[in-house]
């Protein structure tokens, strides 16, 4: 497929084509398709992604993604302060927000602990969430990172910083199935998981 | 998923999904992704699409995408001018280069004709395509279109058209499975196909 006749043609394709997931063969469809359409459409297109990254923000409390200093769900002065529930990313707080079942707070970690991609605790908003801890009057922190490694790995190192500071520490009921992602769970299962939450430490006695 | 916290995250996302064969969630896999990256990449992608979409032209002889009123294909001195394949659209058109076995013209339909879909020969390329058969020197016209019924009676509308001007008429080898699109056969079987060509009548008999 080098032979586009077009150099604005395939300069749209190789940046659709750095996208994950998406080939050059389903860039060159898209690429098309947006020619196809009327030039408005293609045009808000391009202009929503670009705005989008100039412009997002990042909330300064819990680094959800925000259109102002502090997110939606940090003002909203009904919500629990005093639960903080830890996620890896964004998708994972949609998720939980989607069961309506939690009404406190999040901590967007920003990822999980991963040697292997050279992610440590540094990489992560985890000092962040140790200053919120000690200072926001949290009385509970719910672990809600992936069943999986990694996620137990950044589970334990969390708990290991925070098994002295006096707040309870919790973690998801294990009613989503073992090494399937958050976001993927059915809501019933996953509402049930965040009412039915237990204590982190009964996690760690393998049954 | 409408618990997102950013107006210009929803924004974007609702742009993205309205793209042919992407739903809510890969949009958001792909907006997080975004929002991940470096600014510049985010930013390189949107302005890609919006100046293709502003900036592009189409060849004025074969409808071809170009950066120019006359594409590089129908500039190319060194290729066959007296030799026209007709095919649906680009993306087929780039599917035969790819094969390096065709050296001639092509003539971009832009569609088939398909009365389900409101398409009839007024909404395609067909009249632009009798002009430059009566006026190019051509000496042989090429039926690429898909083998499926609709392209089957374009194919057959064009041949009505065409068959008392004294060209030559042909069409692809049948070496492509029926109901198979070009754009997804392999190259030896796709570039097999445009070397053997056969006289379109040939293809009206059925055996």
Known sequence: MNEIPSRLVE??????????????K???????????????EAVALGESIIRMRREIRFCMRCHNISDGEVCSICNDASRDASTLCVVEDVRDMMALEQTRQYRGLYHILGGIISPIDGVGPE??????????????????????????VEGDTTNFYLYRHLKDSG??????????AIGDELEYADE?????SIRQRLPYEDTLRRD
Chains 1, 2 share one sequence.
């Open 11 to 24: 300069n749209a394709l190789n940046e659709i084509a750095r996208l994950p997931g998406i080939g050059r």
């Open 26 to 40: 389903t860039a060159l469809r898209l690429v098309l398709h947006l020619l196809r359409k009327d030039e408005p």
């Open 123 to 148: 990489q992560l908003h985890a000092a962040s969430l140790f200053r919120r801890v000690g200072s926001e009057g949290i009385a509970e922190v719910i672990l809600a990172l992936p069943t999986t």
């Open 167 to 176: 707040v309870r520490l919790t973690t998801l009921a294990r009613g989503v």
């Open 188 to 192: 019933v299962t996953l509402g049930r």
